[in-house]
């Protein structure tokens, strides 16, 4: 209990954190339908995001380095107070997708601070109570994050100042911490190289969960408005989906350990290709078949990134494990920076189902890949241990590096 304690002030702001900044995706999605802007532009705010997703996670680091760990985070929470409160002084979206590069880097920004400041003052005794802490923590307040859109007025002062003083006060827990702060870690050098060289497979799957994950949560509002679901329907639509993928974690790492990952990874990119076949055919079926759905594409889809980590870790030397982590989140980040805007203008252009069929195109070519590097190189004997791996920053790897050789 006392471990746990003294790490409740990371969690909280976690917690906080995620409802500000993971609002803000559906929140800019549902706005943007309210404001008339085309499917495409709010196709850009999500692409916009991971801009600077990508930007906080090779830039935290080092900022981390010149200013230590509670000014990094304050620095990182004024960039996304800042890109939240802009949005009531425009409504013009580019503008808007300048904001949203400022909301993405203050996301990966605030988590490599939480994450080397967890790895640092974590022991191994302690490893697995805190580790769960903090997937709960994220998966949780990523889940109330969706919901949070059914009760705030699209395009409303009202709703971006409330995620702005979310945004800032996730920063109170941290800054009032009596705990001294950890040693500034090096940053991990970026090697995007290192992930393709180790595993293609791997760098495969994180693409294509990039363009599920980023697709469905950047511009599922906007499928939503398209099959007639209401802004509090739109709310549960996308929570169903990280329901979904949250609870995949243990029954498909039990699998991954038991199977050769490759088959898992193949059987469930199969999976995901039905998944978006039946949540087109349920788009006419109700609400309630809509979630359904849902929860079945995040069954599907979410897991894909976790597998492939582990996957490449199989091939991966203990002193290559930390850079490893970090080539993956490079091939993600630009996944999920171009799917948002490749799904809108499908949508623009053929329909809401595009969206899926989209997703379901990519989930075939990562099948064919899969069954082609199958007969390239055989299983390794030992492998790792199969872990949930966030997708929060370049330095998750330090996390994560003990837990899958234990």
């Known amino acids: 209990m006392r471990t746990m304690i003294s790490f409740a002030a990371l969690f909280l702001s976690v917690i906080l954190l995620q409802l500000s900044t993971g609002g803000v995706g559906p929140l800019d999605a549902i706005s943007g339908l309210t404001l008339d802007f085309s499917t495409e532009q709010i196709g850009l705010l999500g692409s916009a995001h991971f801009i600077g997703f990508f930007v906080g996670c090779w830039w935290a680091p080092r900022l981390m380095g010149s200013v230590g760990h509670s000014r990094a985070f304050a620095v990182c929470t004024a960039l996304g107070a800042m890109g939240l409160l802009g949005h009531t002084l425009t409504e013009n979206p580019n503008i808007w997708a300048v904001l949203r590069i400022a909301s993405g880097t203050c996301v990966a920004g605030c988590y490599t601070v939480i994450e080397a400041w967890l790895n640092a003052k974590v022991t191994n005794e302690s490893r697995g109570r805190v580790m769960g802490s903090y997937r709960i923590a994220d998966l949780g307040a990523s ?9 705030l ?4 002062y009202v709703s971006y100042n409330l995620l702005a003083i979310l945004c800032c006060a996730s920063l109170l827990p ?16 970026l090697r995007p190289r290192l992930a393709w060289t180790n595993s293609p497979l791997a760098v495969a799957g994180v693409i294509v969960s990039a363009l599920s994950s980023a697709s469905i949560r950047m511009v599922g509002p906007v499928y939503g408005q398209e099959v007639g679901l209401g802004v509090d329907q739109i709310a549960f639509f996308l929570a169903s989906f990280v329901l979904g993928g949250a609870l995949a974690q243990y029954p498909l790492g039990w699998l991954a350990d038991k199977y050769d990952r490759r088959w898992v990874l193949i059987w469930l990119s199969a999976a995901a290709v039905l ?6 055919a349920a788009s ?5 078949g809509v979630m359904l759905a849902a929860g079945f594409f995040g069954l599907t889809t979410f897991p894909i990134f976790s597998v492939s980590s582990a996957h490449a870790n199989d091939f991966a030397t203990t002193e290559q494990r930390v850079e490893l982590s970090a080539a993956l989140m490079f091939w993600y980040a630009l996944g999920a920076i171009a799917s948002p805007y490749i799904s809108s203008t499908l949508i623009q252009q053929y329909g809401p189902g595009a969206l899926f069929a989209f997703v379901a195109v990519g989930h075939m070519g990562l099948i064919v890949f899969g069954l082609a590097r199958m007969r390239s190189r055989p299983t390794p004997d030992e492998r790792t241990n199969y872990v949930y791996a966030p997708r929060t920053s370049f330095t998750i790897g330090r996390l994560l590096k003990r837990s899958r050789e234990e």
């Open 143 to 151: 889940l109330c994050a969706q919901l949070i859109i059914a009760v």
């Open 153 to 156: 007025p699209p395009a409303s």
């Open 174 to 189: 941290l800054a009032l911490t009596r705990a001294s702060q950890p040693k500034t870690p090096d940053a991990p050098r």
């Open 275 to 280: 998944s978006c076949g039946i949540t087109m």
């Open 284 to 288: 006419g079926s109700g609400t309630f």
